[in-house]
């Protein structure tokens, strides 16, 4: 069982909202496994290099900087994952990942993930920012948080607010879902990183039961460009384990995302996209990459010519 672990600031927020509920508290309906949902869905363990990192594309490299999170998304795609209870990077592992980046100009972007990389201390994020500035002090670097929503007071740190804005080109990649989750103390986390010269991008995963409604969704993606967060991906659910009750079934989430579109700007909307079921890398739900549903489900076509199919779920209570 994947446990339950939330914040105070959660805490709280969950009895107010149902939303944050669903999203945080555990179900047994997380008992349920279909036979084709996966352990590692994405398929990342299959491009492992160098330790915790994953070089699934040629030009990015994902590191796992941590296991561990400030709390628990019910939804989590890596909750069966390999680095979930690892703690933060140590120097040899560090080192590999130095190595790796010298010995790969390819590589334009590193994508700092976990687990949530801000559940390090700030002693160690200025060891690792050094360490990737040394190897490559040309390279951007993202970092996949779910902490200003789940902790916001962690950016009321000014040094680790100072260390992000002198270390180059550096993005924060929230991860909201829903405008409940956008508190005063949370807007104010956003505020203060946007204001020391950080570019804010955000990823929602669409939920069932959370943020299945247009209206819902077009709330969230308008406040967020209002903070200076641009809406980046919008994610159809992965096949995880135990996950099938917040999947949304691919065609009435098409219908869901092509409403959108005539209700957000441009600046607010969004790529829909998913990732081929097992590997094979992230698709927009768009053709020519999402062809007609056939008896295997819908197919999917990378740019590089990996295919793959995405289930036609039934739109209902998982028993």
Known sequence: ?????????????ALSSRAVAAMFRYDDREKATLDYELADPLGESRHAVAGRAVHQYPDRLLVHVTGRCAAHCRYCFRRSG????????????TGLIQDYLKGHDQIKEVLLSGGDPFTMGTDLWEYLLDGIRQARPDITVRIGTRMPVSDPVRFEDNRLIQLLADHGVVWIMTH???SDELTAETKASLERLRKNGLSLANQTVLLK?????VEVLARLFTTLVDLGVKPYYLFQGDLALGTAHFRVPLSRALAIVNELRRHV????????????????????LCPPWLGAPGKKGWPLTHPDGHTGFYPEEKDGPVK
């Open 265 to 284: 700007s441009g600046l607010a909307m969004p790529v829909f996209a998913v990732d081929i079921p097992g590997g094979g890398g992230k698709v927009p």
């Open 176 to 178: 909201i879902n829903h």
């Open 82 to 93: 390999v680095h979930r209870a690892c703690g933060p990077l140590d120097e040899r592992e």
């Open 209 to 213: 039961g959370v943020n299945d409604e």
């Open 1 to 13: 069982m994947y446990p339950e672990k939330l914040t105070t600031h959660l805490e709280a927020l």
